[in-house]
């Protein structure tokens, strides 16, 4: 017999071997058709009402026509200013998690908080951020008050994309620098921050992406119904195109049937748009790889 | 049986400071104990050879000498290190310390950085800010690790991108930028291939003119090139230290030493 004949064995082997990978790719294909099943009928529904002035006008006619700008700009405003809150607050919470904490019950309760605080439900942030930001820190309801609600919300995403890129940064460089009498933060600033900084910003962006669709967290926090105007400083209410797409979806008569799909379009568009740069950032940088 | 401390005297003028002095050390990480009873003096402009099998406690030793168990809440240990003739205990700054201490790792560490930061890293942190400074360290230390011809087009380049014998002469071209007064190196020529072994080996005893240097090995032949004295470190106690050239050919005080040198074990 020659000796790389099949075997029985090999062919049963070989079988169950072609039986799951398909199973599993049939799985994996299964997962993407709500994507694109969604994605299609946005387009097929919403497309036709998208345009430059559906996106640089503002609502008329009691939101049934006109485009969505100030909900546009609304948003835009709510992620910023979050992102100026959580992103400076999270990136060092991270870094001392990661690079000072002891190893004790105090440091392990901490990560637990953080792990329990992302399973918060959105709703609940929604009602935290009315008793503690609008009524008592009295910002009232306005962009600051429902920034700081999507902050809190979003913190445990930048914490532990954080934690995670600092601790992907090899223990060897650390131990590197501080037998060459680098303090802590010496070695945090030149060797280990410059080589996390990819992931950091990867987490950001992830955590954009996420704010931007938000809708519970902002609605009794500072998003309003509707705004003849534009916010002009953190302490006004603003609109916010996820609320907007459910007042057009359920809360006005007589809105056209292809508005809230162009709405919804266009905040997944964002959304989308967010994560791919996200997605190319990842990849360009794995490309140069440093060790 | 005549201690380690009286034979230091009789050598060694008695006004010759030590640049190390360790009294009565043991280390343990949580309540394992790995090393103890150690006690030994590292003179000035000496290469002081450790030999010893795998868990012997030899890395360990290195990690007390320049206090890096201050990053490790793990490690702890009792007896005294001097550096100098001050104990590292009553020091203030234990970065100065550490900045007068080079220490090459098993496995060499190329940091993410250019090669020309690598080596300008640690004047850096010092506070040297001039360029020209700066140019001059990164090629007199490239130099003096025999790696300079080999990348002074690419110094720009990543420095953790070099082959593993290039980086290991970057490690101690790094090292060697610190100006240390006191150059551990600990099994460097694991990762590293025979010839370049035999360069570093030449380095090293031109180094020895500038400064005392602790080489912890696990090639036998390699202490016997390079180590005037060396230790003899076996399961986290200290066997023995003896002229280098004592223990080669012989001259023994104990059975183990004999035993491991010649290789019936370890």
């Known amino acids: 017999m020659e000796m790389f004949s099949e075997s029985i064995l ?31 009928t946005l387009i097929y529904k919403g497309g036709s009402i998208i345009s430059v002035d559906f996106l640089f006008t503002d609502p008329i006619k009691g939101m049934t026509a006109g485009g969505i700008f100030p909900a546009l700009f609304g948003t835009v405003w709510l992620v910023a200013v979050a992102l100026m809150v959580s992103v400076p607050l999270g990136v060092a919470a ?39 930001f609008v009524i008592f820190f009295g910002f009232g309801t306005s962009i600051l008050s429902a920034s700081l609600t999507l902050a809190i919300m979003t913190l445990p995403v930048v914490i532990v994309a954080t934690k995670e890129s600092l601790q992907a940064v090899p223990e060897a460089f650390r131990e590197a620098c501080w037998n060459m009498g680098a303090t802590r933060w010496q070695t945090i600033r030149r060797v280990v921050l410059p080589n996390a900084v990819s992931g950091i910003l990867t987490g950001v962006i992830l955590e954009v992406s996420r704010t931007t669709g938000e809708t519970a967290p902002i609605m009794f926090t500072g998003a309003a119904f509707f705004l003849p105007f534009l916010p002009q400083s953190v302490f006004d209410q603003t609109m916010a195109m996820s609320l907007h797409l459910f007042v057009v979806s359920t809360q006005v008569p007589g809105v056209p049937n292809a508005l809230p799909y162009g709405v919804a379009l266009v905040l997944i568009a964002m959304v989308l748009l967010m994560n791919s740069i996200s997605i190319a950032f990842r990849m360009h940088l794995r490309g140069k790889k440093k060790w | 049986m005549v201690t380690t401390a009286d034979r230091m005297v009789t050598e060694h003028p008695a006004e010759v400071l030590p640049k190390l002095e360790v009294t009565d050390l043991s280390i343990s990480y949580g309540n394992t104990n790995v090393l103890s009873g150690i006690n030994l003096k590292v ?38 290190v001097s550096f ?3 104990n590292t205990r009553k020091l203030r700054n234990l970065y100065a310390l550490r900045s007068r201490i080079g220490v090459v790792f098993p496995l060499p560490v190329g940091l993410p950085l250019t090669i020309y930061e690598n080596v300008a890293l640690s004047p850096r942190l010092m506070g040297t800010k001039s360029k020209v400074e700066l140019d001059i360290i990164v090629e007199r230390c490239l130099m003096r690790a025999a790696l300079w011809d080999e990348v002074k087009d690419r110094l720009n380049s990543l420095g953790s991108l070099l082959s593993g014998g290039q980086q290991q002469r970057l490690t101690i071209a790094r090292a060697l930028s610190q100006d240390p007064e006191l150059l551990m190196l600990d099994e460097f020529s694991i990762a590293v291939d025979p010839v370049t072994t035999m360069r570093i080996e030449d380095v090293l005893k031109e180094l020895k003119k500038e400064m005392t240097i602790i080489l912890v090995t696990n090639l036998v032949q ?9 230790a003899f470190f076996l399961a986290g106690e200290c066997v023995e230290i003896e002229n280098t050239e004592d223990l080669f050919t012989g001259n023994t005080q104990d059975e183990r030493t004999l035993g491991y040198i010649e290789g019936r074990f370890g």
């Not at chain 1, 990978?21 to 799985?27: A, D, N, Q, S």
């Not at chain 2, 450790?50 to 320049?66: C, D, W």
């Open chain 2, 222 to 230: 390699q202490a016997r090139r390079l180590a005037d004295r060396t």
């Open chain 1, 94 to 132: 991270a870094i001392y998690l990661s690079e000072y904490a002891p190893n004790n019950w105090f440091t392990r309760a901490i990560n637990l908080a953080i792990i329990n605080l992302a399973g918060v439900p959105s709703i609940v942030h929604a009602l935290f951020g009315v008793g503690a």
């Open chain 2, 43 to 80: 003179m000035p402009n000496e290469i002081f050879g450790i030999i010893g099998p795998a868990n012997a406690g030899k890395t360990s030793f290195l990690k007390v000498l320049n206090r890096m168990d201050t990053f490790d809440s793990n490690m702890s240990f009792e007896g005294d």
């Open chain 1, 10 to 40: 090999n062919r049963k082997n070989k079988r169950t071997q072609t039986l799951f990978r398909t199973l599993f790719m049939l799985m994996t294909l299964l997962l993407i058709l709500p994507v694109l099943i969604i994605l299609g």
């Open chain 2, 84 to 86: 100098n003739g001050l």
